[in-house]
């Protein structure tokens, strides 16, 4: 199968659901897996302080730095806000439940554009 070739300029990104900073406290382990890929810029704007030796980490911050850093347009990069281990209602957490969690799955539907779009 050939790859598509798409200008990264005409590429959409939706981010989420996810964890949400609120709820991702992350050690140093995570926080030298980032920096040793060369990402302590995208580390500093996706973390606030946590415990000593622990950061809340944001990983909808860093998807979006790391898809503007390939090219894609950040006006184009849609995150939703919900966390999946605070709001209960409508989402499962492994954070939350445990094993005993359910499976979510999310899906994107390409519409064709009508007239005037
Ligand atoms: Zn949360």
Redo the contacts with the bound molecule.
């Keep these: 199968m050939e790859a598509l070739k798409v200008p990264s300029e005409d590429i959409t990104i939706a981010v989420g659901p996810g ?2 900073q ?2 991702l406290e992350v050690d140093a382990p995570v926080r030298d897996f980032f920096v040793g890929q060369g990402r302590q810029n995208q580390w500093e704007a996706s973390v606030r302080d946590g415990r000593p030796g622990h950061w809340w980490l944001d990983l909808k911050i860093m998807a979006r730095m790391q898809a503007v850093e390939t090219g894609v347009n950040e006006r184009r990069v849609d995150i939703l806000p919900y ?1 999946t ?2 709001d209960a209602e409508y989402f499962y957490s492994y954070r939350r439940e445990g094993l005993a969690a359910g499976r979510q799955a999310n899906y994107i539907v390409l519409k064709e554009r009508e007239e005037g779009e």
């Design positions: 964890i949400g609120c709820c966390c281990r605070c």
